[in-house]
């Protein structure tokens, strides 16, 4: 997962042969981009990838996957793998049993109607801030990807901190014993959220082994 950025671009210049049947399904977060293509390739609706850290069971069997998803006590998620989402503490998606159910009581509340109307009307604000951005741009919108992403995370600052942010890049206040404003501190956390989560806690909380990367790149 660390190394897939420089690793995946080399392996999908090799030829296709030796790559096709296992590459575009060992990509972290990226499997989606696959589609159909391993199960037109194979002429099955339905195989299992072997490897060494696991069998991976995949479907698009609509009677299959509908099978599996009503029959929860049946097929639980395995715990020990999403492990690694716990970083920032305990979640619904990383439990199982009578503790998932007990987490899924604590965050109904944040699933409100009043919470959904705030999302709705905070995303109205950031796409026309966003849309005022693009148009001071000119004709060419140079990363549209980043920009949605931005308003993707200035609409849940809003909504879960209470942290209204804006497109202009100005220089915030930075709390007293912190070196970044609240700002450059969820951005650096959700740009490097992959890293976080598969880095070991206990390297986490040595602030100089994680200060010099972080500022890098």
């Not at 499997?31 to 490897?51: E, K």
């Not at 696991?54 to 998803?69: A, H, K, L, Y």
């Not at 004709?139 to 942010?165: M, R, S, Y």
């Amino acid at each position: 997962m660390l190394l897939q950025d420089f690793l995946v671009p080399f392996l999908r210049k090799l030829p296709s042969e030796w790559t096709e049947d296992w590459l575009s399904l060992a990509v972290f977060s990226g499997t989606w981009r696959a589609g159909y293509d391993p199960f037109d390739r194979l002429q099955h609706d339905s195989f299992i990838v072997a490897a060494p850290g696991g069998n991976t069971f995949w479907t698009c069997d609509p009677e299959i996957v509908n099978d599996v998803s009503t029959r929860r006590h049946d097929f639980q998620k395995s715990t020990e793998i999403l492990e690694l989402l716990n970083n920032y503490g305990p979640t619904v998606t990383a439990s199982e049993g009578e503790t998932a159910h007990t987490y899924r009581k604590i965050a109904a509340p944040a699933f409100s109607e009043k919470n959904h109307s705030l999302v709705w009307k905070e995303t109205l604000v950031q796409s026309r801030m966003m849309l005022d951005k693009w148009s001071e741009q000119g004709q060419i919108i140079h990363n549209p990807g980043k920009d949605t992403q931005t308003l993707a995370l200035h609409v849940l600052c809003k909504v879960f901190f209470n942290k209204p942010l804006n497109w202009v890049e100005d220089k915030q206040d930075i709390p007293a014993n912190h070196t970044l404003s609240f700002k450059q501190a969820i951005r650096v956390a959700f740009k490097y959220n992959i890293q976080i989560f598969v880095t070991p806690r206990v390297l986490l909380s040595k602030k100089r082994l994680i200060h010099l990367p972080l500022h890098l790149t």
